[in-house]
């Protein structure tokens, strides 16, 4: 029988990948998209097996609606608490009032759980989300997958390509779990078919360390690249303090000071996947850190290191 999948979040980076990965499966697609917006239909029009509805955030009857004979429904909204904590409980009212067997929120990060209160906002907003998931009458699996691996060509700052530096906080040997959005993506739609799904999956397309990443870059580029100590975690942690007081960032999701936190919670460990389980969906093909890597180097087929 198939599966009606209803998406939130459907037109964004990782949303759509969602929805691509839904596509081959037998999965009927329900995009959610807000009143008056053009993108979903943009991007899929008349596709076969997506169905296209609007609703508000605001509006628990239009939400009823859309959710309607869903069985899952999969969140990838993306914001701050007005968006993972507040449109994301709307929508989980709505899904049971409707009956809706299974709720995936947007997650798709490092563990969130285990964090020091205060050590970083926006898996703080996931964690306050997840204890009103737990608390409703709905199944619910979080896909958790350390960091997205495709962040490390040059969004996250890890890596400084023209000095051929790899920096690290605290230790170099502290393992560190990325994954692809793509990966993600494919993982979120074998999650959504899974009726047997346990609360939490995790994936990792690499488990490394910054020791191993440095490694491997020298061995991709045959230029030597070392590591550079940026300090402990506690004093990155105090710099993003003081950098989040300072900032006028205007509420956005990801400022500079937020990703300062992301790192503290992967290099102190709090953040580290304990559990991961990428054979759960069978032998699948994964993107490691040395494919991101190779592929915006432009060195492909060097022997892999990771």
Not at 189 to 206: F, I, K, N
Not at 247 to 272: C, I, K, L, T
Request: no cysteine.
């Amino acid at each position: 029988m198939t599966t009606t999948v209803l998406v939130a979040g459907a037109t964004g980076d990782l949303g759509h990948r969602i929805v691509r990965a839904l596509g081959d499966h037998d999965a009927h697609v329900r995009v959610l998209t807000r009143p008056g917006s053009d993108s979903a239909r943009a991007l899929w029009g008349d596709t076969e097996g997506i169905e296209i509805v609007e609703a508000s955030y605001t509006d628990p009857d239009a939400l009823a609606a859309a959710t309607a004979g869903v069985d899952v429904v999969v969140s990838a909204v993306n914001g701050l608490r007005p968006v993972i904590v507040d449109a994301q409980s709307a929508l989980l009212a709505a899904a049971v009032r409707s009956g809706v067997s299974r709720f995936i929120p947007s997650d798709y990060s490092a563990d969130y759980r285990s964090i020091a209160p205060g050590s970083n906002r926006n898996f703080e907003l996931r964690r306050e989300f997840a204890a009103t998931l737990d608390a409703a009458d709905i199944r619910a699996t979080s896909v958790l997958n350390g960091a997205f691996a495709d962040m490390l060509t040059g969004q996250a700052p890890l890596i400084l390509f023209p000095r051929h530096r790899v920096l690290f906080w605290s230790s170099a040997d502290q393992v560190l779990d990325f994954t692809t959005k793509d990966d993600v993506a494919r993982t979120v739609a074998s999650v959504a078919l899974d009726e047997h799904a346990p609360r939490v999956v995790e994936v990792a397309g690499s488990s490394i360390t910054a020791r191993q990443i440095a490694h491997m870059l020298t061995t991709l580029t045959g230029t030597a690249h070392r590591l550079q100590w940026a300090g402990t975690t506690g004093t990155l942690a105090g710099m993003s303090s003081v950098m989040r007081r300072l900032s006028r960032d205007g509420g956005e999701a990801f400022p500079a000071w937020q990703g300062m936190q992301y790192f503290v919670s992967m290099f102190s460990g709090q953040a580290q996947l304990r559990h991961v389980d990428n054979d759960r969906y069978g032998k699948v093909s994964w993107t490691s850190v040395r494919d991101v890597l190779s592929a915006h180097l432009g060195v492909p087929g060097r022997a892999s290191t990771d």
